[in-house]
């Protein structure tokens, strides 16, 4: 609520069209190189169809380790979308073409529906609406529209629920029964600073597996599968409803900032997908594996000013 009413100065350096590319190119391919030669062409192109994705991402995670697992998320939860929307604006098709490409590899080796997610999501608010509240509006009138249809067509169509299993209940379900279940077993049981490396050096847990594991664990009687977190629940489990505040007003503040950068309309896809990340992942790593810090720095760097783009 406090978003639209808190403006920060910031700065930015200035850099003409040029180096402006040329920074943003050199980055996506350097953090690529890693990953590529890593993965290689060990792709699956079922995955494209939204086909074998769990057994891609199995085959993805026993290689995403170390700093492997930072440079990946970096590229596509930020440097590519941006480097896609970016040269979207600056009417560059052979460059739009090779982040499109890059995306394309990225999905089908992991599997990761996020990729998939937020393309659409930088493709549709570049050219869906002129502005900020057109944009959002018309995109809450077709997602309403497509979550209406969605159980018809799996019902006629795929004869399963393919469409509103993977859209209706992944983005309206589950994560409100994942922060039921976080609310419910910390309203009894000892709050402790999130799962991360930094607080893990001050606060051990008082849980004998990781907390997302023993969740699903105690709900949903699997061991194995991991119940993500968005910032509400992570704020409650760490210092119950003054988390919740807290942390409801760094998200606020962090908006605000994003609000003063004075962008180009078209980045709206990448800061929805953001809110996305905040919805299902704790503040913290939100920050760092959700690519919000390369965002902001990017911001101050290369994307600030939208004149001088």
């Known amino acids: 609520m406090i978003t639209p009413y808190i403006k920060f100065s910031v700065p930015y350096v200035t850099a003409s069209l040029k180096h402006k590319e040329f920074i943003l190119?050199?980055?996506?391919?350097?953090?690529?190189?890693?990953?590529?030669?890593?993965?290689?062409?060990?792709?699956?192109?079922?995955?494209?169809?939204?086909?074998?994705?769990?057994?891609?991402?199995?085959?993805?995670?026993?290689?995403?380790?170390?700093?492997?697992?930072?440079?990946?998320?970096?590229?596509?939860?930020?440097?590519?979308?941006?480097?896609?929307?970016?040269?979207?604006?600056?009417?560059?098709?052979?460059?739009?073409?090779?982040?499109?490409?890059?995306?394309?590899?990225?999905?089908?080796?992991?599997?990761?529906?996020?990729?998939?997610?937020?393309?659409?999501?930088?493709?549709y608010f570049y050219y869906i609406g002129k502005d900020y509240v057109s944009k959002i509006s018309n995109f809450f009138s077709i997602t309403v529209i497509l979550f209406i249809l969605f159980p018809l067509i799996d019902l006629f169509v795929f004869k399963s629920p393919f469409l509103g299993g993977t859209f209706v209940n992944r983005f309206l379900f589950i994560p409100a029964l994942l922060t039921h279940w976080y609310f419910d077993f910390f309203d009894g049981n000892p709050f402790y600073f999130a799962e991360s490396s930094f607080f893990n050096l001050f606060v051990s847990s008082p849980y004998d597996t990781p907390i997302g594991f023993h969740i699903t664990k105690i709900y949903w009687g699997d061991s194995e599968a991991y119940a993500n977190n968005g910032i509400v629940s992570d704020g409650f489990m760490n210092l119950g409803y003054l988390g919740v505040l807290l942390f409801s007003v760094i998200f606020s503040l962090l908006f605000s900032l994003f609000n003063s950068f004075n962008l180009h309309t078209a980045y709206f896809g990448v800061f929805f997908s953001y809110i996305y990340i905040f919805l299902s992942a704790p503040l913290l790593t939100s920050f760092i594996t959700g690519g919000i810090l390369p965002f902001i720095l990017i911001s101050f760097t290369i994307l600030n000013n939208r004149k001088i783009i």
């Open 25 to 123: 190119i050199c980055i996506s391919l350097l953090l690529l190189v890693p990953i590529i030669a890593t993965f290689k062409l060990n792709i699956n192109l079922n995955t494209l169809l939204l086909s074998e994705i769990y057994e891609t991402r199995d085959a993805f995670s026993e290689n995403l380790t170390g700093y492997l697992s930072y440079l990946y998320h970096f590229e596509v939860k930020t440097i590519i979308p941006i480097a896609l929307v970016f040269f979207m604006i600056n009417k560059k098709p052979l460059f739009i073409g090779l982040f499109v490409i890059i995306l394309l590899y990225l999905f089908v080796i992991s599997g990761n529906k996020a990729v998939y997610f937020t393309t659409i999501l930088v493709v």
